[in-house]
């Protein structure tokens, strides 16, 4: 179920969670950031496009959004994108040369109504200016995150996400540890790359999000974060190329649930 709370007074959360049998909660949301040209922050999953679009009318009429800013192209992000851009015919699309690339290959983007930017490039949308952000953790080769110069908020896409027991609105009401657990949890699932990565090159990257400084950091995979957490959810990155990699079940894990399903047991 899609239900929204506010960030801040200006950035309404569309949120939410999905179980990862054995694992947790995995949170998702979506972001729109009012203003003389609001923005849409990505557009729900493809598995919850109807009720998106209904709980999405709940805080924006979508014939006022001016923009979508599309952190990437993983089902889980473009759900109602081309239902957005059917019914709103002025409505524009942030994204990278690569993401229009990815979406040529399913349900291309209309060329005439896409703004490309790249890393360190500012967008001005009406009284926002938006700067690219590459996230020092993604999952998706076009991911492209951005910092607000209004609200001071960082949108991270995928990076910090956490598997979670529970999803509370605010990521301070999290346990220190259940939050380290699950963002490095997370972190190994989505980004198994980070295991390969070179420890000095990683830490300049997170030193750059250090240095933005941001008021709050907004991921599509973990409720919005103030940003008095950010040592706290840079050190749960910093850990994540040592921690155990993840393994998926394999065949005869999914036979043993498959067993214990058909007896009734726990499922």
Known sequence: MISTYKASPDIDVLTSSFPIPGFGLIPLNAFVLHGSEPVLVDTGAVVESDEF???????????ELKWIWLTHTDFDHIGTLHQLLAENPQLRVITTFLGVGIMTTSAPLPMDRIHLVNPGQKITVGDRTLTAVKPPVFDNPSTT??????SGAFFSSDCFGALLQAVPERADDISEE??????????????????????????????????MNPRMVLSSHLPAASGAMLERLLGSLEAAPTAQPFVGPDQAALEQMLAQMTAGGPQ
Do not use: C, Y
Not at 53 to 63: F, G, K, N
Not at 145 to 150: A, Y
């Open 145 to 150: 995150g951005f910092f607000d110069d209004m």
């Open 178 to 211: 259940e939050l380290r657990q699950g963002q490095v949890f997370w972190a190994t699932v989505d980004s198994p790359w980070l295991h390969k990565v070179d420890p000095a090159t990683f830490a300049r990257e997170l030193n750059g999000i250090r240095a």
């Open 53 to 63: 679009m209904t709980v999405l009318r709940t805080v924006i009429d979508p014939a």
